[in-house]
Each structure stands twice: as C-alpha cells, then as structure tokens.
C-alpha cells in the first residue's frame, strides 16, 4: 500500500497541501488538480489508486467527474463536501463514491479512510469460486457475475461485495459496522450512510428477483431472505 499514488482534487489550495502532507508523511505520492477538467486529465494520466474528490469545483462540479470516472473504473473515489447536508452525501454515494467526509475535516481520520480502502482493495480475491444459488438469485464470485430471475444485473464492485457478503451469511443479520468492516475495510471512520445507500442501490437493481430480499432489522442492520 505504501507508495500508491492519491489525487487530491480541491480548489482550495491550502486543503490539498494539507491532505499532501499528511499522506506524504504516510508514505503515499500525491498529486493534485484545482478543477473537474484538470482533474479528468490527471486521472487519465496518473492513474491514481484512490481519488478525493471535492463536489464544488469550478468548470465541471465533483459529482459530474465522478459520474464519469465511474462510467470507466472502478478505482476508489473518497468525496469532499463543505455542507454537512445528507442530499450531497447520498448523491455522491448513488453515483459510485466510496465514502464521504465533510469539510473541515481531520487529516489524520482523511489517511485513516484511505488506508481502510485500499487495504480492502488489496485483499485477496474471495476464496470461494462455486456460484451461489439462493431461489431465482445466482452470484459468481469468480466471474463477479449476477443472475436475478435469469436476467443478469449489472453491480458496481461495492455493491457486488455486498451482495456477496449477505448471499454468504443467508439469514443472518448484519449489522452496518460489520458491513463497513467487511465490504469497505472500514472500522471506527466507517460512516453507516454509506451502507444505508448502497443497500437501497442494491434492492433497486435485484428488482427482478422474487424469491430474494435485503430486510431491514429496525435498530441492528440488514439480512438477506431467500423464500
């Protein structure tokens, strides 16, 4: 993990010499842009292992660059907002973000969820290989693949792990700290939302299936039934 690469997109001058020092002391490369433009051109040609994106940004706003990185990779965008308001949150989130923080933040929690991230990012591919069956749901973790009612379902990597997490515990609820730990890496910095919207993404998208659903178990988290 130590020497990845980080693009740090702001157009705050003194939030990206603040987020470069901090992670520079961690041992990771920055690099930065003050723009939507400039960040898209930096993307293509650094390719960072992680970006933090601002959602304010001149020329073209943080939610539009990460609409379109999205539209190409999945490499792990964390975005910024200077409004503590759920609406940005839940949108940067619906639109493939990884996790969220508002600004002012801390620099040391900002290195805390970059690590978290990319510590999951570098785990092994899942053991398992053998597609699950659950009623009119099929999962492949190998081929990361999904089969709802024999139509397949396109899944981003986030909500893939998160299937997959709830197809292996059937029946069994999860709560949304376990959930983080699990599919995000995160433990104490995890934001529960982040779980919240990914799960309302992941029961739009298993639409089609009838014998499969994510509940919610009021005050504790989520289980996956299969009738």
Not at 154 to 161: G, S, Y
Not at 164 to 185: D, H, M, P, S
Not at 197 to 225: C, D, F, M, P, W
Request: net charge negative.
């Amino acid at each position: 993990m130590t020497g990845e690469k980080i693009l740090v997109v702001d157009d705050e001058a003194n939030i990206i010499d603040l987020a470069r020092m901090y992670l520079e002391r961690d041992g990771f490369q920055v690099c930065a842009a003050a723009n939507g433009a400039q960040a898209l051109q930096e993307i293509a040609r650094q390719k960072p292992a992680l970006i933090v994106l601002d959602i304010m940004l001149p020329e073209i706003d943080g939610f539009e660059v990460c609409q379109r990185v999205r539209s190409e990779s999945d490499v792990p965008i964390i975005m910024l907002t200077a409004r503590d308001d759920d609406v940005d949150k839940i949108v940067g989130l619906e639109l493939g973000a990884d996790d969220y923080m508002t600004k002012p933040f801390n620099p040391r929690e900002l290195v805390a969820r970059v690590k978290a991230i990319l510590r999951r990012m570098d785990r092994a591919p899942h053991e398992s290989t053998v597609p699950l069956e659950l009623g009119d749901l099929c999962v492949d973790p190998a081929r990361r693949e999904v089969r709802a009612a024999g139509e397949a379902v396109d899944l981003r990597a986030k909500e893939f792990d998160l299937l997959l997490a709830f197809c292996e515990n059937r029946g069994i609820v999860l709560t949304r700290e376990q959930l983080l730990e699990r599919v995000w890496g995160f433990d104490f910095y995890g934001q529960t939302r982040t779980v919240d919207v990914h799960v309302a993404n992941l029961r739009k998208r298993l639409s089609n299936s009838k014998q499969v659903r994510i509940e919610t178990v009021t005050g504790v988290g989520y289980k996956l039934v299969c009738e």
